[in-house]
C-alpha cells in the first residue's frame, strides 16, 4: 500500500482509538523517520529526494495530529466521514451556562488572583475535561459520532480554560 494513501493510524500501525500510547507513537515515528528521512536519499534521484521528503512530512503531520487529543478525535472523525460546518453550535443549555460561568471567572480572576480558587475551579474542569473524554471514547465505541463531535466541543472549552487559569497560576 503506498504510504501517503495510509491513514495515520495504519501508518504508525495503531489502532484507531481516541486513547493512544504516546510513548509507543514516539517509537514508532522514529523508527518511519529513521527509514524515510530526506538526509537518507541525499545520493538518490530527484524523485526519490521528493518522495522522502513529501513521506517525511506527512510522518510529521500524523504525528502532530495523532499527539494531540483534540486533533486526534476531529481526525476519527474526519476519516469516518463525518463532516460538521465548525460555525455550527452545540445545543445544550446547560454546557452554555457553564461556559458563562467559566467566563465571568476567569474575567474575576484577572483582577483578583487567588491561587486557591485557581487551583479549585482548575481541579473541577480538569474533572470534566476527563469525563468529557471518556464520553468521546464511549460515543465513538457506539458510533455516535454526533454526540463525539459534541463533546469535541466541550473538551476544547475545557482545554482552554484549564490552560488560561494554569497561566494565571503562573503570573
Do not use: C
Amino acid at each position: 500500500m503506498d504510504i501517503l494513501k495510509q491513514n495515520f493510524f495504519e501508518l504508525f500501525n495503531i489502532e484507531i482509538s481516541v486513547d493512544i500510547n504516546k510513548s509507543d507513537l514516539d517509537e514508532k515515528v522514529k523508527i518511519l523517520q529513521n527509514n524515510f528521512h530526506p538526509d537518507k536519499f541525499t545520493n538518490g534521484s530527484d524523485f526519490e529526494k521528493r518522495l522522502a521528503l513529501q513521506i517525511s512530512s506527512y510522518i510529521n503531520d500524523g504525528y502532530k495530529i495523532l499527539g494531540d487529543i483534540v486533533l486526534r478525535v476531529e481526525y476519527i472523525l474526519k476519516i469516518n466521514n463525518f463532516n460538521k460546518d465548525e460555525s455550527t453550535t452545540i445545543n445544550d443549555i446547560d454546557f452554555l451556562q457553564e461556559q458563562i460561568m467559566y467566563n465571568e471567572l476567569i474575567e474575576s480572576l484577572k483582577e483578583n488572583l487567588e491561587e486557591n480558587i485557581i487551583d479549585n475551579n482548575l481541579s473541577g474542569i480538569k474533572l470534566k475535561l476527563k469525563n468529557t473524554i471518556n464520553n468521546i471514547k464511549l460515543s465513538y465505541q457506539d458510533r455516535e459520532f454526533e454526540d463525539m463531535w459534541q463533546n469535541l466541543s466541550k473538551l476544547r472549552f475545557y482545554i482552554k480554560n484549564i490552560n488560561e487559569l494554569i497561566n494565571m497560576r503562573n503570573k
